[in-house]
C-alpha cells in the first residue's frame, strides 16, 4: 500500500532566513549558534561540521591546501541543504567555518539572494585554549587553529561583521549578534557585497 504524500509542514512565517556564525575552531560558534536558534521561531540550526563528516573514506583535513576541491564539495552540499530549510519558511542559523573568501561559492551554491553573516574573532589565544581544554570535540589542532584564526584576520570583511568579544561571554555575543541582524547590519547579498 502506498501512503499518499501530503504537504510538508511549513512554519507560520512566510520566508525564511539565513543567519550563518563562522569563526575559526574555538571562537564560541556552537554556543552562540545554539542560544540564537533556540531564540527564534520556528528555527533550524545548521551544523557545517557534519557535512564533511559525511565524507567516508578519503578525507582531507580541510585546513590544509589540497583540500580545497574536497571543501568545495562539503560546502556546496552545506548550502543548498541550508538553503532547503530557508526555503522552507525556517529562521536558519549555520554554524561552521565559513570564510569571507568562500562566500561567493556558498551563496551560488544556495541560491539565496542574501542572508545574514557573523564572524565571531575573539583572540587568538583565547581559542587555541579552548580548543585544547574542550572535551569530546574531536578537533584539538592547536596549529591549525592558528592558522584558521589568522585567515579569519587577515581576510577582507567590513567590521559590522565581526564580534571580537573578549570576555568569551557566549551570551552576550549572542544578544549582540542577534540585535545586529534584527537592525539589518549583517545583511550580505547575492552579490557578496558586505
Not at 499518499?4 to 556564525?21: F, K, Q, Y
Not at 541550508?82 to 519558511?89: C, H, I, L, S
Not at 554554524?95 to 565571531?120: E, K, M, N, Q, T
Request: net charge negative; glycine share 10%.
Amino acid at each position: 500500500m502506498l501512503a499518499v504524500m501530503s504537504e510538508p509542514h511549513r512554519p507560520d512565517t512566510a520566508a525564511g532566513s539565513l543567519l550563518v556564525i563562522t569563526g575559526p575552531p574555538g571562537a564560541g560558534k556552537s554556543t552562540v549558534a545554539r542560544l540564537i536558534a533556540d531564540r527564534l521561531p520556528s528555527s533550524v540550526l545548521v551544523e557545517g561540521d557534519a557535512f564533511f563528516a559525511f565524507l567516508a573514506s578519503g578525507a582531507i583535513e580541510p585546513w590544509l591546501p589540497e583540500s580545497h576541491g574536497q571543501n568545495h564539495v562539503v560546502t556546496a552540499a552545506a548550502a543548498a541543504a541550508t538553503a532547503t530549510f530557508v526555503d522552507g519558511g525556517y529562521a536558519t542559523v549555520y554554524d561552521g567555518v565559513l570564510g569571507p573568501w568562500f562566500l561567493p561559492h556558498f551563496i551560488a551554491s544556495s541560491g539565496l539572494r542574501s542572508f545574514d553573516y557573523a564572524l565571531l574573532l575573539p583572540p587568538a589565544e583565547d581559542c587555541v585554549r579552548r580548543v585544547v581544554d574542550r572535551v569530546g570535540h574531536g578537533f584539538d589542532d592547536e596549529a591549525a587553529t592558528r592558522h584558521m584564526h589568522e585567515q579569519f584576520t587577515a581576510a577582507d570583511l567590513d567590521d559590522r561583521h565581526v564580534f571580537v568579544n573578549p570576555t568569551g561571554d557566549a551570551e552576550a555575543t549572542a544578544q549582540a549578534v542577534l540585535a545586529a541582524s534584527s537592525a539589518g547590519e549583517l545583511r550580505l547579498g547575492s552579490d557578496g557585497v558586505h
